[in-house]
């Protein structure tokens, strides 16, 4: 069971749009920042968005976080076959003094 | 470029113990956190522990104290992960990852990871 709670599964047509929930408590994303991973079968997650809405240099601005209180959101616009992959939100948890993560949520691209 | 690079696949039998280098380049290394996360076979990301390179000071996931032991070389940039008394549900891709600091910070550079099979 995951401190942050996703959906398993989403999934969406190429061009539309989608979104991602992440779901916590004040313990971690209330009284922090949420961060998005992207990861593809057999390789290590990459960062996606960090510090609730930032993109990193390179990620598409068809990417795009949101946070308010306890929960957050990805958002990815004009959807592409090449982001069938699984999303991770993680954010600090005060409580164990480390990173919690979501279950992760499997974006399939019909 | 900034790499993390880890250790080769480990296999395993039960009760056995396994450790995992992940050595650091092109970047200071005592200047972040370094995290270990495994993902268990079509699982999603557990986390277990930091180590402060330029202290030494670490920190375990509740779960995994008395287990795991971190550990670094400053000399060769080099940080370890050590889990003791192997179960097949440790069988896993363990990930070693660099993180500024605490809690307003994120993972930006993980490592390839290493599969661990636990196996009699």
């Known amino acids: 069971q995951s401190v942050l709670t996703q959906p398993p599964s989403a999934s969406g047509t190429p061009g539309q749009r989608v979104t991602i929930s992440c779901s916590g408590s004040?313990?971690?994303?209330?009284?922090?920042?949420v961060n998005w991973y992207q990861q593809f079968p057999g390789t290590a997650p990459k960062l996606l968005i960090n510090?609730?809405?930032q993109r990193p240099s390179g990620v598409p601005d068809r990417f795009s976080g949101s946070k308010s209180g306890t929960s957050a959101s990805l958002s990815i616009s004009g959807l592409q076959s090449e982001d069938e992959a699984d999303y991770y939100c993680?954010?600090?948890?005060?409580?164990?003094?480390?990173?919690?993560f979501g279950g992760g949520t499997t974006l399939t691209v019909l | 470029q900034v790499q993390l690079i880890q250790s080769g696949a480990e296999v395993k039998k039960p009760g056995a113990s396994v450790k995992v280098s992940c050595k650091a380049s092109?970047?200071?290394?005592?200047?972040?956190?370094i995290h270990w996360v495994r993902q268990a076979p079509g699982q999603g990301l557990e986390w277990l522990g930091w180590?402060?390179?330029?202290?030494?000071?670490?920190h375990y996931a509740q779960k995994f104290q008395g287990r795991v032991t971190l550990t670094r070389d400053t000399s060769i940039s080099t940080a370890y992960m050590q889990l003791s008394g192997l179960r097949y549900d440790d069988t896993a891709v363990y990930f070693c990852?660099?993180?500024?600091?605490?809690?307003?910070?994120?993972?930006?550079?993980w490592g390839q990871g290493t599969l661990v099979s636990v196996s009699s």
């Open positions: 990852a660099r993180r500024w600091n605490k809690s307003f910070y994120y993972f930006d550079y």
């Open positions: 092109a970047f200071t290394f005592t200047d972040y956190y």
């Open positions: 180590i402060t390179p330029n202290s030494g000071v670490t």
């Open positions: 004040r313990f971690n994303i209330g009284s922090g920042i």
């Open positions: 510090n609730d809405h």
């Open positions: 993680e954010a600090w948890d005060d409580r164990v003094n480390g990173p919690v």
